[in-house]
């Protein structure tokens, strides 16, 4: 079974892969605006302001859009057809593009109320992913 492409953890994204090798959601909140973002990164993407902290995010969200996809990109995701590539918007605010699991792809709908899990791909590597709430 070959492995889909997998993140590689730096300097702006370490803390979240580590936190979801604990089963653990983390998003950055900012210090000086108070805002949450998704994706890591080493600014704030409301004011520009380095001051970010990690903070433990609930994990709940709703599917904002989605795709079920028949084909696979890569090998990798050949074992997991078919499969919904989704954006989720998390109970914080930020969207994050994730997966929706733990059912049928064809009843996954826009405003699904979904939580999160984790996907132990590798020793190294747990990915969040999402599943009906």
């Known amino acids: 079974m070959a492995l889909p492409p997998l993140p590689r953890p730096y300097q702006d994204t370490a803390e979240y892969w ?13 210090n000086s605006c108070g805002e ?20 433990e995010a609930s994990g709940k969200g709703t599917v904002y859009s989605f795709s079920v996809n028949h084909r696979a990109p890569h090998p990798g995701f050949a074992d997991d ?7 989720v918007e998390l109970e914080e605010g930020p969207r994050m593009m994730t997966n929706i699991v733990g059912c049928d792809p064809e009843s996954v709908t826009i405003g699904m109320a979904v939580t999160v899990c ?4 590798t020793d190294e590597v747990t990915l969040p992913k999402f599943q009906p709430a």
Do not use: E
């Not at 090798?21 to 950055?28: E, G, L, N, S, T």
């Not at 057809?81 to 954006?87: D, G, S, T, Y």
């Not at 984790?118 to 791909?121: I, L, N, P, S, T």
């Open 18 to 30: 580590a936190a979801a090798r604990d089963h653990r959601f983390v998003i950055q909140q900012c």
């Open 36 to 55: 949450y973002q998704f994706y890591p990164r080493g600014v704030c993407s409301h004011c520009l302001s380095s001051d970010l902290k990690w903070q």
């Open 81 to 87: 057809l078919p499969f919904v590539l989704a954006i």
């Open 118 to 121: 984790f996907d132990d791909v």
